[in-house]
């Protein structure tokens, strides 16, 4: 359970924090991202994590290609580009809390720190790790739409979950490679593990329309205003 943000602009989600590899930062490996890990109890029961996502387009290559230079050169970093410029981003924060060890709450809120209004999208994301795929001891597990406000998730070695969430429109498809994309080859499955992104950022067809997959999300849709934030909690429990 982790989520996703959109800005409207950007050609992918924003799904996972940006970094060079070590042989594009003229340091070694490094990530080209604002963000903070606020509080966290010993035990994790409580989290809260800050994320700080520009109003325009994100800049891969800018940072890729100005990075391009000696180590006795500094790094280009994301506050030299020009993306917080007048304050033009969200504050996006993320508070995980247990309330045991199989009941997680999680609860993300959107600031718009900028002096206009932005348009940004929400996705909080169910997803299975492939464990199937290579080990056929295991079969794919399953997630499914059983209402407009809860997401069921079954698995042998899980059992099964219930995903609580608020409005939104439900998104599902698998976590498989697009064979297609990736190697010219032929996808295994209908709905690949990035259809949720080109159905978001390209309006593509490529979600599974009975709501069911082995991935999902919940996509929301926002325009806030100068200042405007807007939090939405979420559940994850087990049934025995």
């Known amino acids: 359970m982790a989520p996703a943000f959109w800005n409207g602009k950007d050609e992918i989600l924003k799904e996972r924090l940006f970094g060079l590899t070590n042989n594009q930062g003229n340091h070694g490996e490094d990530v080209k991202e604002l963000y903070f890990h606020q509080v966290s109890t010993p035990t994790h029961s409580y989290c809260k994590y800050l994320y700080k996502y520009p109003h325009k387009k994100f ?8 990075n391009i230079r000696s180590q006795e050169d500094m790094e280009y970093e994301l506050l030299d580009s020009k993306s917080f410029n007048n304050n033009a981003y969200f504050d996006c924060y993320i508070e995980y809390a247990k309330a045991d060890v199989e009941d997680i709450l999680m609860k993300i809120t959107v600031v718009n720190r900028g002096r206009r209004k932005a348009n940004i999208h929400v996705l909080p994301h169910l997803w299975f790790r492939n464990f199937w795929k290579h080990n056929k001891r295991f079969s794919r597990p399953s997630i499914k739409s059983i209402s407009d406000n809860c997401i069921q998730s079954r698995s042998i070695r899980n059992g099964r979950y219930y995903f609580y969430h608020e409005n939104g429109e439900q998104l599902f498809c698998e976590n498989e490679t697009n064979n ?12 690949v593990k990035d259809g949720i992104n080109d159905h978001v950022v390209n309006g593509k067809s490529t979600v599974n329309p009975e709501k069911n997959g082995s991935k999902s999300a919940i996509w929301y849709k926002f325009k806030l205003k100068a200042g405007e934030k807007r939090a939405l909690g979420y559940g994850l429990a087990r049934k025995n």
């Not at 800049?59 to 100005?66: A, C, K």
């Not at 297609?180 to 709905?191: F, L, M, Q, S």
Request: charged fraction near 25%; proline fraction near 5%.
């Open 59 to 66: 800049p891969y290559l800018e940072l890729v290609n100005n």
């Open 180 to 191: 297609k994309r990736i190697y010219n080859g032929a996808n295994e499955v209908d709905y």
